[in-house]
């Protein structure tokens, strides 16, 4: 049967109205993504360069967000940070992702020694805390990059994804449809493609949800502690860089506030994002029940 | 034939020495009215859905008197269980109850406040729930379970008083004393179906429902628990409905039984007359279902399926399936029809239909 | 299980630091040198020793022995930068403050999160709640140290109510003493304060869905219908059933709390462990590095197996399961 039918965006449509949770977060990430890319086509990201402008002015007229003590403009400089870190947290979230699911399907199909290898090994790098490893893999780097550090951080996503496609791979693999693909003949891996793949479509979406929130969470510990990017600005590098220079204590307020709103924002809209898609993913599994 | 209900033999109606199920003599409880303990009328449960209101019980009347057991039949759909987890209050929403009564020695049930309701509850009328299975608190063990419910009704608060009662619920459902203190886990179906029991008499009810209490179990565990729950109803002297869609069971073990159909109460008689002589082409159909030792024929089941409850044909709501059907039946409801004391059909034809042998069919 | 994961972890942790590229000791070596002008061929000489001293020269595997023996033995060697300080002695410097955050503000998130989930899947329960459970869950969105930051502007700079940062005020001697615990406890709010806010939602989402399949169970039914009080229902046929999968939950979850909580202790300046951490990996402290990692990787491990000890005392299924 030809799974693309014609109504697929009249379907979508009706699949994401009767769910507004996800409607919302997905419109939330969508208008940060437009902010991320029609910003500095709109705003002069020249002015995000040290120096540009004159420091530690108050939002007004001029600067609408203000300046740091640098000379930078806020407002530019958000607009040339926002799709640096959504870069780090796609790519590593997609990496993420496309490892865990590939182990968590080998896993989940195969069993027996690959299972148990797979697994200890998600185990073993849940319960060593992230942060941890991940600082000491970065500071041992000696110059990051917004690239580096989305591989660094997909070290992070992948576990999660693993598990779950894991575990549905793990409950897939009885049903009867399986079965009589393999009757027919189908080999292994192409089963596991042509048969299992297509039916966990639904969790490695709502897994890539999640594995972009670890990505993202694990980007923005490792900038708040200075290792983030030195020469290309992030919202993290730029909460860190408020710190550094004491803009909380200076009470420069509107320095640290937008990168930390943009990010409360971005981090609100994958949680209603993801919250969304479990929810949806339920729905359906109660409707086929 | 073996008669489950102690051995009074095949005629006999309810034990000795105890009522006549229907219209019969005045009770000897002063608080009962016209000798029944509890008594149904026009009881209605909808169900608001998109299409319009589910009439899930639609105009149900019956009662019911002390010793009595109740029978009440039908396929799955009929209303059989909303109406009694109705008398309880257990509907949930959006379902609610839109009408008539249930009165209980002398107390409206569905008049009552959520209040009254939760001190009514198993301490004048109980429930034994279909699937014990899942029934009891995986978490606590069974002594726990029947604490808290004494405790909710604040019934027997000193210790040791407590603990031999509930020892004695155990022996009298036939479990021995350290069940108390295992989990529902370690117990087979039918122990636990068993425990549900003791749950249900712990307060000495006056009603008791069961809810297919034995849908769940194989064939020797049913009687084992059937056995059981009449032996329980004897030592509180409660009354039982039994609901459930096995006529063969009913045959064994109610004096009055019940047919429903689309949450309608088609026909109502004491067991031996509704076997030797039913009336409604409904009930025929279900005991001409039934296999037998005495007569051997092609199985039959009823053709068609149940009705929609939210849309149903107009009417009778048989007529669709039934083999004598008229003009007439898709036009009018048929009314209650008193064929004999305590037997009520609502049938056109109910005085027309040619009477049957043991095994249903019609003779002539 | 937990051994072998805490092996593996011990060997991962020995692995990554001698994996990077870049020798620390040189690097330190040559930073004092260049900080106070020394010459070269001194340098060489130094490093020299000091990898003799600290077994960095011998062959890889001999120092993977060494390390499991010295770890087994308890002695995480000397602290790079402040030598002749120990790394247990850092360790435990930082221990205390560390556990008494992170417990308290754990244990206070994880049973208020979990009661309000399973307030907000029961019905009937107070529109307050309802409403107060919003913005809750929308702060568990932001990882802790944000929230950190912005309870830090408000409460501490704003409104000087609490102390900014550090784990007494400067200048103060802590003693064994009651107004060295008060000086903990206020400059614990704020920290714990961040993880208890921005944890609380989590724990409330999880137990909800939990509740919410519980509901629809029969005991439940049967529980009401007995006439039950409706908070007996709730914590003892509701709650209760949905807490085994909430803690199991609580397991898996560890390594991320301890995580936000390194980096609530960095913002704060709070004495503890994750901000020991900080300081060691910015001086490129090798072995405190090493040693703390190892310790978190190897204490969350421990605190799993502990939580799988709790399972059989609240679900009496998996205590007959291990029995059998």
Redesign the interface.
């Known amino acids: 049967m030809n799974k693309q039918s014609p109504g697929l965006l009249l379907r979508t449509g009706r699949l994401l109205g009767g769910e507004p949770l996800l409607t919302a977060g997905l419109t939330l990430l969508v208008l940060i993504t437009l902010f991320a890319l029609v910003g500095p086509l709109v705003i002069n990201v020249e002015m995000a360069q040290i120096g540009a402008a004159v420091p530690r002015q108050r939002p007004g007229a001029e600067y609408l967000l203000g300046t740091d003590v640098q000379g930078r403009d806020i407002l530019a400089a958000l607009v040339l940070a926002t799709p640096q870190t959504l870069k780090i947290g796609f790519f590593a979230g997609v990496m993420g992702l496309g490892l865990g699911t590939i182990l968590g399907l080998l896993a989940g199909y195969f069993r027996g020694w690959t299972d148990t290898v797979i697994r200890t090994l998600a185990d073993v790098v849940m319960t060593i805390p992230g942060i941890a490893v991940l600082v000491l893999v970065a500071t041992n780097v000696r110059s990051m990059t917004v690239a580096l550090m989305a591989v660094i951080v997909a070290g992070l996503a992948w576990m999660y994804p693993t598990r779950t496609i894991r575990a549905q791979t793990l409950s897939m693999r009885e049903r009867p449809y399986v079965d009589i693909a393999r009757l027919n003949g189908v080999g292994g891996v192409e089963l596991v493609f042509t048969e299992i793949f297509p039916n966990l479509l639904p969790y490695i979406a709502a897994s890539f949800v999640t594995a972009v929130s670890s990505a993202m969470l694990a980007t923005i510990g490792l900038e708040a502690l200075g290792l983030g990017p030195q020469n290309e600005l992030t919202l993290g590098m730029m909460i860190f860089w408020a710190q550094y220079y004491g803009a909380i204590l200076r009470n420069l307020w509107w320095w640290w506030v937008p990168p930390v709103a943009m990010m409360a924002l971005i981090f609100i809209g994958l949680l209603m994002t993801s919250t969304g898609m479990d929810r949806l993913v339920n729905r359906r599994l109660r409707v086929e029940a | 034939m073996n008669d489950e209900r102690g051995g009074e033999g095949f005629a006999a109606g309810p034990p000795q020495g105890e009522m006549r199920p229907l219209g019969g003599q005045r009770s000897t409880r002063s608080d009962e009215r016209g000798g029944h303990i509890l008594d149904v009328r026009d009881l209605h449960v909808e169900f608001p859905t998109a299409l319009g209101p589910a009439l899930a019980v639609d105009g149900v009347s019956f009662t019911l008197d002390k010793g009595m057991r109740l029978g009440l039949v039908g396929e799955s759909g009929s209303g059989k269980s909303t109406t009694v987890l109705a008398l309880?209050q257990?509907i949930k929403a959006p379902g609610r109850i839109s009408g008539g009564q249930a009165i209980l020695a002398g107390d409206d049930l569905l008049a009552m406040s959520a209040q009254q309701?939760?001190?009514?509850?198993?301490?004048r009328i109980a429930?034994v729930?279909?699937?014990a299975?899942?029934?009891?608190?995986?978490?606590?063990t069974v002594r726990a379970q029947i604490d808290?419910?004494l405790d909710?009704?604040g019934q027997k608060p000193e210790p040791k008083e407590r603990a031999r009662h509930v020892a004695g619920l155990l022996q009298r459902v036939g479990l021995p004393e350290n069940v108390a203190d295992q989990?529902p886990?370690?117990l087979s179906g039918g122990m636990k179906q068993r425990v549900?029991i003791a749950?249900a008499i712990a307060l000495s009810p006056q009603v008791i429902i069961a809810d297919e209490p034995t849908s769940a179990l194989d064939v020797i565990v049913q009687k084992q628990v059937m056995q059981t729950l009449i032996h329980a109803q004897r030592e509180v002297g409660a009354a039982i409905i039994l609901v459930g869609h096995d006529m063969g069971l009913m045959a064994q073990f109610a004096h009055v039984v019940g047919v429903m159909y689309a949450g309608r109460l088609v026909e109502i008689a004491p067991v031996q007359e509704i076997f030797a002589n039913p009336r409604h082409p409904y009930t025929r159909m279900l005991i001409s279902s039934l296999p037998s030792f005495a007569t051997r024929k092609v199985f039959r089941g009823i053709p068609g399926v149940a009705p929609s409850i939210v849309n149903p044909p107009s009417g009778c709501a048989f007529h669709p399936r039934c083999p004598r059907a008229e003009q007439r039946c898709s036009r009018e409801i048929p009314v209650d029809d008193v064929l004999a004391p305590g037997h009520h059909v609502r049938c056109h034809f109910a005085r027309e239909l040619p009477p049957v042998n043991a095994a249903g069919e019609a003779l002539a | 299980m937990t051994l072998l994961v805490a092996f593996l972890a011990i060997t991962i942790n020995f692995l990554i630091p001698r994996a990077m590229p870049g020798d620390p000791i040189e690097q330190q070596l040559s930073q004092l040198s260049a900080s106070s002008g020394g010459n070269i061929g001194d340098i060489q000489a130094m490093v020299q020793s000091y990898r003799e001293r600290f077994g960095l020269d011998k062959p890889l595997w001999r120092q993977y022995l060494n390390y499991l023996y010295d770890v087994a033995r308890g002695d995480f060697g000397f602290s790079l930068v402040n030598y002749p300080e120990r790394v247990s002695d850092v360790i435990l410097a930082g221990l205390p403050w560390t556990l008494a955050l992170l417990g308290t503000a754990t244990l206070i998130s994880f049973s208020v999160g979990t009661i309000l989930g399973g307030v907000l899947a029961w019905p009937d329960s107070s529109r307050w709640v309802q409403i107060l459970g919003v913005p809750v869950i929308l702060l568990s969105a932001v990882p802790y140290f944000i929230l950190g930051i912005v309870l830090m502007f408000v409460f501490a700079l704003t409104y000087p109510l609490l102390p900014v940062a550090g784990g007494y005020s400067f200048g103060f001697m802590p003693a064994w003493n009651w107004a060295t615990v008060g000086q903990m406890a206020l400059h614990a709010v704020l920290p714990a304060l961040s993880i208890i806010l921005a944890s609380i939602g989590t724990w409330a989402i999880a137990m909800r869905g939990m509740v919410i399949s519980v509901r629809g169970?029969?005991?439940i039914?049967?529980?009401?219908?007995?006439?039950?009080?409706a908070r007996?229902v709730f914590f003892?046929?509701g709650l209760?059933?949905a807490l085994l999968p909430q803690l199991t939950h609580l397991a898996l979850t560890l390594s991320h709390i301890v995580s936000g909580a390194i980096l609530v202790e960095v913002i704060f300046a709070y004495p503890g462990i994750g901000y020991r951490l900080y300081q060691a990996i910015h001086a490129k402290d090798y072995f405190v590095i090493q040693g703390i990692v190892l310790l978190l990787s190897v204490s969350i491990a421990f605190t799993m197996l502990v939580l799988d000890l709790v399972y059989p005392l609240?679900?009496?299924?998996i205590k007959?399961a291990r029995q059998s």
């Open positions: 309880m257990l309701m939760r001190s009514v509850r198993f301490s429930l729930p279909q699937g299975m899942n029934s009891l608190n995986p978490v606590l808290d419910l909710a009704h989990y886990h370690q549900c749950i | 169970e029969d005991y039914m049967l529980a009401e219908a007995k006439g039950l009080s007996r003892a046929y209760r059933n609240i679900d009496p299924r007959s």
